[in-house]
């Protein structure tokens, strides 16, 4: 069974703090992504990769960014966090052969920002 | 542009009465749609997926899905509703854009399914 773990289930900050949130999936997959959930809004796409090292904006990319330096481990930063970036986080992976394979999500991590 | 529109924020039902939950799609391509469901605190499960094959998807716990292109609509269904169907449902289209061919999914809002003993 696919596993996707994030680091933490909650995590509170303060305004300005560079924040690290971490994603792990055990299943050799290529393709990883990164949403936020809000209420009424369902889940919008902030960046995914294909590869190691490699990245592509999704749907609300302003105010963070990604790494992908090992193909098991997808990271997303807050460089400067805001009180509009308190919400659920949800971590994804995929196998990349085509649009038929549905992707495997973690538990999220609900992030607060003070 | 392909969309996806699920026609209840909020739907309840009784313990061991049918469940529809509805959601209607845009596409210009021929399209992938699944089914997920999110219990409190959790990360989203698969139900179900409509790949082509064959137009009704049985999947997980006793949900199905019926796939009407003429209607543009891609319903999900249970014939007895269980206390634990309580969550939120969210009903999903895939978008064939995007390097590397990701299979990117653009979401629905969902909708919060009540059981009621």
């Known amino acids: 069974d696919v596993k996707v773990t994030q680091s933490s289930r909650y995590l509170v900050k303060r305004t300005g703090e560079k924040v690290f949130l971490e994603c792990v999936q055990d299943m050799d997959h290529e393709n990883m992504f990164w949403y936020r959930q809000d209420p009424g809004l369902g889940l919008r796409l902030i960046y995914f990769s294909y590869d190691v090292k490699m990245k592509e904006k999704g749907d609300i990319p302003e105010g963070y960014s990604v790494s992908r330096e090992k193909k098991e481990r997808f990271s997303l930063i807050l460089e400067s966090a805001s009180t509009n970036q308190t919400s659920m986080y949800l971590c994804?992976?995929?196998?990349?052969?085509?649009?038929?394979?549905?992707?495997?999500f973690g538990d999220g991590t609900r992030l607060s920002i003070l | 542009a392909q969309s996806v529109t699920q026609l209840d924020s909020h739907v309840s039902v009784s313990e061991g009465t049918p469940v529809l939950l509805r959601c209607n799609y845009s596409?210009?391509?021929?399209?992938?749609l699944f089914w997920y469901v999110q219990h409190p605190n959790k990360g989203l499960q698969l139900l179900l997926k409509?790949?082509?094959?064959?137009?009704l998807v049985k999947g997980i716990n006793g949900f199905e899905a019926e796939f009407k292109k003429s209607e543009t609509s891609f319903h999900l269904t249970k014939p007895s509703a269980h206390m634990s169907d309580a969550a939120e449902y969210f009903c999903v289209v895939s978008d064939p854009r995007g390097s590397g061919n990701t299979g990117k999914l653009i979401f629905g809002q969902g909708t919060t399914l009540q059981v009621k003993p």
């Open positions: 596409s210009s391509y021929s399209p992938s």
């Open positions: 994804a992976s995929s196998v990349p052969t085509g649009i038929n394979q549905p992707q495997h």
């Open positions: 409509y790949t082509s094959a064959a137009t």
